[in-house]
Every structure is written in C-alpha cells, then in structure tokens.
C-alpha cells in the first residue's frame, strides 16, 4: 500500500507518496490512477489500475450505453471522476486497436464498439485455442474448470450448433 500527500498550491500540485516501509516511492506530478482529495489536504491510498482495465472498463461503458456515445457519456456511464483527456485517448486508442468506431459529431467524435461484449469473448477464446500446442488437452482442461452448470450449457449448445 502507498499512502500520499498531497498539497494544493495555486494549481500546482505537490504529491510525496510513500510505501509502507516509509521508502519516497514517487514526487512531483499526480500519477495515472492517483486517487487525491486536495481540497482538504487527505491522505489517500493510491489505486493503480491493472494493464488494460480501463480499456476495458471504457470498453463495457461503450456496451452498456449502446448508441454512439461522446466521451462525456462514457464518463457518466463509468461513473468516474477521470479526465475527459484520459477517456478521450483511452477511446481513440480502441479505435486504433479495431475495438470501437468514431464519427465525427461537431468538433467532437462518437464512439462506438465495433463487436459486442460476446463476440469479442469468442474471438479471444478462439485466439487462445489458436495459440495451444494441444488444442484437444487444452480444450479438456477448459472443460475440467467449468462449473456443472457451464458445462451443461456448453454441452447444450454444442449440441444446437452441430
């Protein structure tokens, strides 16, 4: 756990964070995902997000609004206090990924995923089973895992599609 202070001067903001072992692990600049209260100069632990959460949390924000969407939407959907900046990037970089769509709306874009959540499971589960040596024991193995319940639903529809 990383604890932080920060303190707000004019619109400078001054941030020392440091581990529990009480070792300055970073000064200067609020990092990415850096959880700050300046208004009344808290102490706060710092969040950092796993790689590719908050694409995929903008990603499910994308679902979840199910039209064309700005950034500002998406935003409100996350229900988060990031930057219009920070969710601006994150959208157009799924859109250099092929993961979403943009039109131009004004002098703003509208976002929209390109698959749903759905299709792109399969397709992530396909590129997994692509990428086995033994697609048989992997196959066996990803069977072994599921639940009695998944397992029936799988068999079900195994059954529908052949």
Not at 84 to 97: E, F, H, N, P, Q
Not at 103 to 117: F, M, P, Q, T
Request: charged letters at 25%; one cysteine or more; aromatic letters at 6%.
């Amino acid at each position: 756990m990383v604890v932080a202070v920060a303190v707000e001067f004019t619109v400078i903001f001054i941030i020392v964070c440091v581990d529990t072992l009480g070792f300055v692990v970073c000064i200067g600049q609020r990092p990415t995902g850096f959880q700050t209260d300046v208004t009344r100069n808290r102490i706060m632990t710092m969040t950092r997000r796993a790689d590719g959460e908050l694409e995929r949390d903008v990603l499910r924000a994308l679902w979840t609004i199910d039209r064309p969407a700005s950034a500002n939407d998406v935003i409100d959907a996350m229900h988060t206090d990031l930057a219009y900046t920070s969710i601006a990037t994150v959208l157009g970089r799924l859109c250099d990924k092929g993961l979403a769509s943009r039109e131009r709306n004004g002098r703003s874009y509208r976002y929209e995923a390109v698959k749903s959540e759905a299709d792109l499971t399969a397709q992530r589960l396909r590129r997994i089973l692509d990428s086995a040596s033994d697609r048989k024991s992997a196959l066996a193995g990803f069977a072994q895992v599921l639940d009695p319940d998944e397992a029936a639903q799988l068999a079900a529809l195994l059954n529908e599609t052949t």
